[in-house]
């Protein structure tokens, strides 16, 4: 592993296949402003036994698991990651075995299988800069954090042997903004678009905001209301309870850096 | 086989529950205009050994096979027809083996087995009457025939065994209200949503508009330009061309009534 040198400004002006290609040789860091303007997105790989279940869990729950691509089995490229390698265009990955996490490696080329299945997931990075453009604050931004994410009481629908809770995100938003927020992200349906709760934590099941089960917490200032959206980790949750032989993610806010904008995902 | 005595102002009035109880009970004819409101849907239905691969094949193609819903192999009902059963509740199918048409019943009951999946995939009947509303002309329903359809020279994204053409629907629309027709139909992105060409039919290899391959023709006056939508009937070009050992559609025109609103699937 090889030790940052660069500042994320140098790395904000590199294009996403010079990013990758970074990773590729060695580089390991969250992706948090890397390759301005390009989209970021969720990795889950499963066997080609439990692609079936887990297409149709994305076509069932496509809040939570917006699909940008889905390669063929032993796949390791495609069209959103030019030249690169799936296996090792990734800063960081997680390997989940009979569901439960057993490495964390920057590679997984050791772990290929060719009847391995790629999902890549959209990610809502891509709506936090146009948030961010429409003068919405991203607490989580301002206060150099990842965002905070909660398993919730709310399950998915399931599909085959894949099933699972949703997972959000959530960002506090001024109470006089939140319907700026709803406008903003619900032009992005491919990177997990509207809030799925606006406020009542306590009706998604989550007991307390400062302790999410993924990412950092955020100070909520006063009248500020918490504002969940699907997130991207929810296939993961649904892997950690499915629990198949074999299935790979992204460490969270390692991020795969695609070449598609993130304007290619705004509608009207 | 039924006669027909209802007229379509009574069927119009009727619940998707209410019709499809009717097809149910062997009544037959196309379902333009029947359930006012209420979203119909193009039908595919293949063995669980080509799902994955069809599955797949919607999500590389979301503008010809938009996916409304997808059914657990073997399932026949889901809350898109609650109550209601794929198998008998469509006015008539179409049945192919190894691609060939071989019948088209009134009801599959006889050609149903456990391990067959049900894909329920959007119609452009949902837009149609977003144009009527917003004063765009749908020739087809002034002329009282079907909407014309062409294969294309334009290739999908294959996907593991399925393959095929770009199936298009056209419609004349005046020169001054091709920029109407585009952002009224985006805005159903579910239902095939913005054109996919406008003018040129040439360029998608059509050689002759008044020689439809599904449908029927319809004239096109002075001053109007063919507008071409990706269509629901793309799923059933695949299968003629992929050549999977059994698959069941429906017959042209003839749709599922769902209870999904066409107001459902308008975005922002």
């Given at each position: 592993m090889r030790t940052e040198h660069s500042s994320p400004a140098d790395l904000a002006a590199l294009s996403p296949a010079e990013v990758r290609a970074r990773f590729r040789a060695g580089l390991v860091r969250p992706?948090?402003?890397?390759?301005?303007g390009y989209a970021q997105a969720n990795l889950i790989i499963v066997p080609k036994s439990h692609a079936f279940d887990l297409l149709l869990f994305a076509q069932r729950n496509p809040k939570p698991m917006p699909l940008l691509g889905v390669l063929d089995a032993?796949?390791?490229?495609?069209d959103l990651l030019a030249g690169g390698d799936i296996r090792t265009d990734v800063p960081r990955y997680v390997v989940y075995e009979d569901g439960v996490p057993v490495a964390e490696p920057t590679d997984i080329t050791g772990y290929w299988r060719e009847d391995l299945v790629t999902f890549i997931v959209g990610c809502s990075f891509t709506f936090e800069n146009a948030l961010v453009a429409g003068g919405v604050p991203v607490a989580h931004q301002e206060q150099g954090v990842n965002v905070p994410m909660y398993r919730t009481s709310t399950r998915c629908a399931p599909a085959g042997e894949i099933a699972g809770p949703l997972v959000v995100s959530m960002r506090p938003v001024p109470a006089s903004q939140v319907a700026d927020a709803v406008r903003i992200t619900s032009r992005y349906p491919a990177v997990?678009?509207?809030?799925?709760?606006?406020?009542?934590?306590g009706e998604l099941g989550?007991?307390?905001?400062?302790?999410?089960?993924f990412g950092d917490p955020v100070a909520i200032p006063d009248g500020h209301v918490p504002v969940f959206w699907a997130c991207g980790v929810t296939p993961q949750a649904a892997v950690m309870e499915s629990r198949p032989p074999l299935a790979i993610g992204h460490a969270p806010g390692h991020m795969l850096i695609t070449d598609a904008r993130d304007a290619d995902y705004l509608v009207p």
């Open positions: 992706t948090s402003g890397l390759a301005a032993g796949e390791v490229t495609s997990h678009g509207a809030p799925v709760h606006v406020g009542a934590p989550i007991a307390d905001l400062a302790a999410p089960d």
